[in-house]
């Protein structure tokens, strides 16, 4: 992650989009990559009934181009919730925002 984190381009005020409680691996790369830029780190928080993508389509839909970067997992290694990444990339594709997928924890 470090690695894809060092070729985003972000504007300043942009934001990097990554979900409540995951691991430091797929966090700290793009809380330097704001920091760096000057964007935010914008975390999504934990969906009351576990449906991440629904809850990360809906960030999506409410930030748009605010957007520079989506990083995800393809499951939430606290609890095992399924993302659904190819719902989540087609919107990212249809925005022009980067997908980055983490599967360092993934089963």
Do not use: F
């Amino acid at each position: 992650m470090s690695t894809a984190a060092k070729n985003i381009r972000m504007e300043p005020g942009q934001r990097a989009v990554v979900l409540q409680n995951q691991m430091a691996s797929n966090v700290l790369p793009w809380q330097d990559l704001c920091k760096r830029c000057g964007g935010e780190l914008h975390v999504v928080p934990r969906p009351e009934n576990y449906d991440w993508s629904a809850a990360v389509l809906r960030e999506l839909n409410r930030l748009g181009k605010q957007v520079a970067v989506v990083a995800l997992p393809n499951v939430h290694w606290t609890d095992g919730s399924h993302i659904d990444l190819e719902l989540i990339g087609a919107r990212c594709l249809e925005l022009s925002i980067p997908l980055m997928v983490d599967l360092t924890q993934s089963a």
